[in-house]
């Protein structure tokens, strides 16, 4: 049975078909994990020495994938940035002290005019010192600063979302990734069984082509005829093992692994998955609107376009004064005794505002700067939600392509079956010739083949359908 050409949704679902309404964004499992410490990486052989699911491979990638514990160290930096930008908003207790020594003559002295009959000089008591100190502490709060405080919250606001909306787009990566690795892997050890079988077949044919020729019944041609096929059929397998071998490597290599040095040849590690998977059920009109709705990639230009736009209000924010207010305590050395210990103190309390009427056209030049680069940011969101819309026709175009590629295969291998055992059966009567067998098997291997091809193909189709319309993967479940 071929699909329609557009398969529609269940009605009253969001995320269309029942995969995909049970499929959650990966990142609940990968945010967790920001609390904890970096993992070690894994350098024991525990998980390659027991079969593994691929919900187990998707936990492992969330721990160890290289991708994902750098963009958790992004993310890290990113709350950094915000507390940064955030600063400017929250109040701020500055300390300051200080102390200096200077030479004596350049110590001014204090004198008066005095009555006649006292004399001239300085009058008792009244020595300023060569030494002085201070000390103040303050609480100092920005009140007004042309709109830049209430830019810097929203700055700090979006700066958070985008950072977030980053790894999404890591953990959806990876996650696909590591489900494509996990295919490739399951296709590899079935080309190996077809390949095999193929062999197992042509050794059959083999057998009995020398019983017939011993018997006298067929030539000695055909015997050779059997064993060359025979033999052209070994580099399949060998190339099919070869291809398993690497497929385990790339696998391992996503999860995040180190391979130990004595597993030189092939990685012992043994996939519980299968390449059957069920039909996706999505209208494009919905899989477009979704994928507008859910890409984590669009949703981190869209912060970058409404952080340019904060930035536009920052530079606006020189055009205007700023005022701040303080309030604290201190306190200083007397300036008219050479005592030291002798401190005038007291609490403080004001206002401070400036204003740069004239600077030099800096502010005009950062308003002109940031507008720019808003408008740029503009273009840059229009032209990936235009190549988003790309990605999704072309992810379900391919989808369409592997599921009718697929139902085309579903009775062939049986049909190849019956026609391998009756052109043996017409061998065995005389009526059939060897090249009838050897064109139903070589035909039967390719059967084989083109099925769990067109397997692996849909499976990785639908997996970058999703992706591309935002749907992640389904959640990974606890490990067995």
Same mark, same amino acid.
């Given at each position: 049975?071929?699909?329609?050409?557009?398969?529609?949704?269940?009605?009253?679902?969001?995320?269309?078909?029942?995969?995909?309404?049970?499929?959650?964004?990966?990142?609940?499992?990968?945010?967790?994990? %920001?609390?904890?410490?970096?993992?070690?990486?894994?350098? /024991?052989?525990?998980?390659?020495?027991?079969?593994?699911? %691929?919900?187990?491979?998707?936990?492992?990638?969330?721990?160890?994938?290289?991708?994902?514990?750098?963009? *958790?160290?992004?993310?890290?930096?990113?709350?950094?940035?915000?507390?940064?930008?955030?600063?400017?908003?929250?109040?701020?207790?500055?300390?300051?002290?200080?102390?200096?020594?200077?030479?004596?003559?350049?110590?001014?002295?204090?004198?008066?005019?005095?009555?006649?009959?006292?004399?001239?000089?300085?009058?008792?008591?009244?020595?300023?010192?060569?030494?002085?100190?201070?000390?103040?502490?303050?609480?100092?709060?920005?009140?007004?600063?042309?709109?830049?405080? *209430?830019?810097?919250?929203?700055?700090?606001?979006?700066?958070?979302?985008?950072?977030?909306?980053?790894?999404?787009?890591?953990?959806?990566?990876?996650?696909?990734?590591?489900?494509?690795?996990?295919?490739?892997?399951?296709?590899? /050890?079935?080309?190996?069984?077809?390949?095999?079988?193929?062999?197992?077949?042509?050794? *059959?044919?083999?057998?009995?082509?020398?019983?017939?020729?011993?018997?006298?019944?067929?030539?000695?041609?055909?015997?050779?005829?059997?064993?060359v096929e025979q033999a052209n059929a070994r580099p399949r397998l060998i190339r099919a093992k070869n291809a398993y071998r690497i497929a385990k490597n790339n696998l391992a290599h996503v999860l995040g692994f180190h391979v130990p040095k004595e597993v030189f040849e092939d990685i012992p590690l043994q996939l519980t998955g299968t390449l059957e998977s069920e039909k996706l059920e999505i209208a494009l009109p919905a899989a477009l609107l979704q994928a507008l709705e859910k890409r984590p990639e669009l949703i981190v230009l869209r912060k970058a376009e409404q952080l340019r736009k904060e930035a536009i209000v920052t530079a606006r924010a020189g055009y205007l004064p700023s005022l701040e207010a303080f309030g604290g305590y201190g306190s200083h050395n007397s300036t008219f005794f050479n005592d030291l210990a002798r401190d005038v103190s007291g609490w403080q309390a004001g206002v401070q505002l400036s204003w740069d009427v004239f600077d030099g056209g800096l502010s005009r030049g950062k308003v002109s700067q940031a507008r720019a680069l808003y408008e740029k940011a503009q273009v840059e969101t229009d032209d990936a939600t235009r190549r988003i819309e790309l990605e999704v026709r072309t992810a379900y175009s391919n989808l369409l392509e592997a599921w009718e590629v697929l139902e085309s295969q579903k009775k062939v291998q049986e049909q190849a079956q019956e026609a391998l055992r009756l052109a043996g059966a017409r061998a065995e009567a005389g009526s059939g010739t060897q090249l009838d067998v050897l064109s139903a098997q070589t035909a039967l291997t390719e059967a084989r083949t083109t099925q769990i091809q067109a397997q692996r193909d849909y499976t990785v189709a639908r997996d970058r359908l999703e992706r591309a319309i935002g749907a992640y993967v389904p959640a990974p479940q606890p490990a067995q």
């Open positions: 049975m071929t699909p329609s050409p557009r398969p529609t949704p269940r009605a009253g679902s969001n995320l269309p078909g029942p995969r995909l309404r049970r499929a959650i964004p990966i990142l609940a499992l990968g945010l967790s994990a %920001l609390g904890a410490e970096a993992p070690v990486p894994a350098r /024991a052989t525990a998980w390659l020495d027991r079969p593994v699911s %691929l919900a187990d491979c998707l936990n492992l990638a969330l721990q160890q994938n290289a991708a994902v514990l750098k963009s *958790k160290q992004d993310l890290q930096a990113a709350h950094g940035v915000v507390v940064q930008t955030r600063a400017i908003v929250l109040p701020k207790v500055r300390v300051a002290g200080d102390y200096a020594i200077s030479d004596e003559g350049a110590v001014e002295k204090l004198s008066f005019a005095l009555p006649p009959g006292l004399g001239a000089g300085n009058l008792p008591g009244i020595q300023p010192g060569n030494q002085r100190w201070s000390g103040t502490i303050r609480l100092v709060q920005s009140v007004y600063e042309g709109g830049r405080l *209430k830019s810097a919250w929203q700055t700090a606001r979006l700066t958070r979302e985008q950072a977030v909306a980053q790894h999404q787009a890591v953990l959806a990566d990876t996650a696909l990734e590591v489900r494509v690795a996990y295919a490739d892997v399951l296709l590899a /050890a079935q080309q190996i069984v077809v390949s095999e079988a193929s062999l197992d077949l042509l050794g *059959k044919e083999l057998e009995d082509t020398n019983r017939r020729h011993v018997a006298g019944t067929v030539p000695r041609f055909n015997v050779l005829r059997a064993e």
